[in-house]
Antibody
Framework: EMRLVDSGGDLVQPGGSLRLSCVGS????????INWVRQAPGKGLEWVSY????????YYADSVRGRFTVSRDNAKNSLFLQMNSLTSDDTALYYC???????????WGQGTLVTVSS | QSVLSQAPSASGTPGQRVTISCSGT????????VYWYQQVPGSAPKVVIY???KRPSGVPDRFSGSKSDTSASLAISGLRSEDEADYYC???????????FGGGTKLTVL
């Protein structure tokens, strides 16, 4: 079974940092671009970041650029999201998502909850 | 980050055909493919249409997509109770260099 498992979400104070992890299994992780998508409680989907399968290219939403950094370790089928200078606006369920050859977001993690609050 | 424009809600009775629209600009829908995602409350989203009008295997042919200029639509025919969900359109934006999602349309089956 092809799956992504995300983890690392927690309660953190404003201004704090957190590192999310995503591990893929059942497919060739190093052949796929992976994204982070978040969903604030009761709100819609918001794309956060993109990581190219192999060439190191990354993109970020304006709302997180300069604060979040995505990295990956293909040898360990893993993707990471380092989140710094967190604010209450970053409170959301964060999904790790695979983009297939058609660029469709076809495999989603179960989501990991980040809560920024004092 | 801007969002693609969707009506917040839509509804229909079983068996009806409903259409959900998504409006964008020349830098996103006007020059890139549109994707549609279905999200049932409490679950992760699922792709139901990719590259404007293509259906993944396993998605019923009651679901169809279309695109014209800077707008796109998702149509669901023969509406069923299990179609009740939130639907999001998405497209790459060349100016922002990122993916944009629509605000989502909550579909209610009456």
């Amino acid at each position: 079974e092809m799956r992504l498992v995300d983890s690392g979400g927690d309660l953190v104070q404003p201004g704090g940092s957190l590192r999310l992890s995503c591990v893929g299994s059942g497919f060739a992780f190093n052949n796929y671009d992976i994204n982070w998508v978040r969903q604030a409680p009761g709100k819609g989907l918001e794309w956060v970041s993109y990581s190219n399968a192999n060439d190191g290219t990354t993109y970020y939403a304006d709302s997180v650029r300069g604060r979040f950094t995505v990295s990956r370790d293909n040898a360990k089928n893993s993707l990471f999201l380092q989140m710094n200078s967190l604010t209450s606006d970053d409170t959301a369920l964060y999904y790790c998502v695979r983009a297939n050859i058609e660029d469709a977001f076809d495999i989603w993690g179960q989501g990991t909850l980040v809560t920024v609050s004092s | 980050q801007s969002v693609l424009s969707q009506a917040p809600s839509a509804s229909g009775t079983p068996g009806q055909r409903v259409t959900i629209s998504c409006s964008g600009t020349s830098s996103n829908i006007g020059s890139n493919s549109v994707y549609w995602y279905q999200q049932v409350p409490g679950s992760a989203p699922k792709v139901v249409i990719y590259k404007n009008d293509k259906r993944p295997s396993g998605v019923p042919d009651r679901f169809s997509g279309s695109k014209s200029d800077t707008s796109a639509s998702l149509a669901i025919s023969g509406l069923r109770s299990e179609d009740e969900a939130d639907y999001y359109c998405a497209s790459w934006d060349d100016s922002l260099r990122g993916v944009l999602f629509g605000g989502g349309t909550k579909l209610t089956v009456l």
